[in-house]
């Protein structure tokens, strides 16, 4: 129940093309619904986060679309560009503040 | 800039030798955590200090542990690195511990095991 499932596991889109993330919780107790980029060598970083009491957020590109009675919420990068080529994981937080991530997905973006 | 600094960037230890691992921060975050992350995976929570209240996961095992001199530095010991243990050791800060809004993560350490 305290899991965060996440697909595709590696998307390759061409560039201006639009990417998108899926991720699926099952505890409704979480609150938190965060996005972190990682490049290679480098540590996660924030890139956008939701609570559940919206439906969408949107920050540049960068577009977060929550659906709670579906327990679902996607990434979509809008014009996605090469240097978005990065790994991506949807987290939710869960029980004591910690919080619960996905297992990536390797997005490439092709020139 | 106010970070989170790791070293070293790579450590290469022998298997059963004991290792350490650091980190510093100068965001003044009360909160300091530990995770593991190996290859194609999501990182692994292993644990978390609140100032010096220090909290383990259920599924840590005993071979690791950790130290928070003071606010600033937090360090991870592995007792005895077995090959398993070869991977990337991310550390990471928040402001609080609860309601957690955003984790300032290091670059990490990639940690090889021979």
């Known amino acids: 129940q305290q899991q965060v499932k996440q697909s595709p596991q590696s998307l390759i889109v061409q560039k201006g093309g639009i990417s998108i993330i899926n991720c699926a919780y099952e505890?409704?107790?979480?609150?938190?619904f965060p996005w972190y980029q990682q490049f290679p060598g480098k540590g996660p970083a924030l890139l956008i986060a939701i609570r559940p009491d919206v439906s969408e957020k949107k920050e540049g590109r960068f577009t977060i679309s929550f659906n709670k009675s579906a327990k679902q919420f996607s990434l979509h990068i809008m014009d996605s560009q090469p240097g978005d080529s990065a790994t991506y994981f949807c987290a939710a937080q869960g029980q004591g503040g910690k919080l619960i991530f996905g297992q990536g997905t390797e997005l490439s973006v092709k020139p | 800039d106010a970070m989170v600094i790791q070293n070293p960037r790579y450590q290469v230890t022998q298997f059963g030798k004991p290792v350490t691992l650091s980190c510093s921060q100068t965001l003044n975050h009360n909160v300091m955590y530990w995770y593991q992350q190996k290859s194609s995976q999501a990182p692994k929570l292993l644990f978390h200090?609140?100032?010096?209240?220090?909290?383990n996961e259920a599924d840590t095992p005993d071979n690791f542990q950790s130290r928070r001199p003071n606010t600033s530095f937090c360090f991870l010991d592995i007792r005895s690195p077995g090959l398993g243990d070869a991977a990337m050791y991310l550390c990471a800060t928040s402001r609080k511990q609860f309601l957690v809004e955003k984790l300032f993560f290091g670059s990490g350490t990639q940690l090889s095991v021979l």
């Open positions: 200090y609140y100032d010096k209240d220090f909290n």
């Open positions: 505890n409704t107790a979480f609150d938190y």
